[in-house]
């Protein structure tokens, strides 16, 4: 199976502080139809998972666009431009390129 | 709007069997490989199984294989789970998502297997 390994596990920030999450993959994420099937996702404190970001940099619709994706191959980054009181979570990052489809450990955000 | 609404959960002992469900509305199901995801108490996200969009391929986790079966009712827009020989590990909130990019998820339904 894919091992993804998100860094750091907590993450403490400041309302406006730029921050950025790193997910690093134990293999290529490079798709033969050439996507790159990695996903970022926010899980709010008793809510169900939002993704925000698809295959690498794509912005869902309706999350703002503080939120970015960029990356290749096996190593990848959510950026978050300007934290808000409202990005608490957990932040996950996920793949599915390679059945089985899998999650990186997550990456808690706090609000200082 | 995509609505994605579980149900189905409880408490339950081992080796015993439930069935979770999933009404969806919003979207036409029958066009969507549709999946099921767990998250055990203060864990991380788990992939259980998927089926596609007919029903005619279904796929599942190694430490499910066998127990559990994933099916769905295209015409009631319902996708299930139904679990059986329930082990304590198997105690999680389960999601069923849309498998499209994971952009759509459900509330998450409680199961606790334990005696």
């Known amino acids: 199976d894919v091992v993804l390994t998100q860094t750091p596990p907590t993450l403490s920030a400041t309302i406006g502080q730029s921050v950025s999450i790193s997910c690093r993959s134990s293999?290529?994420?490079?798709?033969?139809?050439?996507?790159?099937?990695l996903n970022w996702l926010l899980q709010r404190p008793g809510q169900s998972p939002q993704l925000l970001i698809y295959?690498?940099?794509n912005l869902e619709s309706g999350v703002p666009n503080r939120f970015s994706g960029s990356g290749s191959e096996t190593d990848f980054t959510l950026k978050i431009s300007g934290v808000e009181a409202e990005d608490l979570g957990v932040y996950y990052c996920m793949q599915a390129t390679h059945a089985p489809l899998t999650f990186g450990s997550g990456t808690k955000l706090e609000i200082k | 709007e995509v609505q994605l609404v579980e149900s189905g959960g409880g408490l339950v002992q081992p080796g015993r069997s439930l069935k979770l469900s999933c009404a969806a509305s919003?979207?036409?199901?029958?066009?969507?490989?549709m999946a099921w995801v767990r998250q055990a108490p203060k864990k991380g996200l788990e992939w259980v199984a998927t089926i596609i969009y007919d029903g005619s391929s279904t796929y599942y986790r190694d430490s499910v294989k066998g127990r559990f079966t994933i099916s769905r009712d295209n015409a009631k827009s319902t996708l299930y789970l139904q679990m059986d020989s329930l082990r304590s590990e198997d105690t999680a909130t389960y999601y069923c998502a849309r498998s499209a990019g994971y952009g759509s998820w459900g509330q998450g339904v409680m199961v606790t297997v334990s005696s």
């Open positions: 295959s690498v940099s």
């Open positions: 293999q290529s994420l490079l798709d033969s139809d050439g996507d790159t099937y």
């Open positions: 919003g979207f036409t199901f029958s066009d969507y490989a």
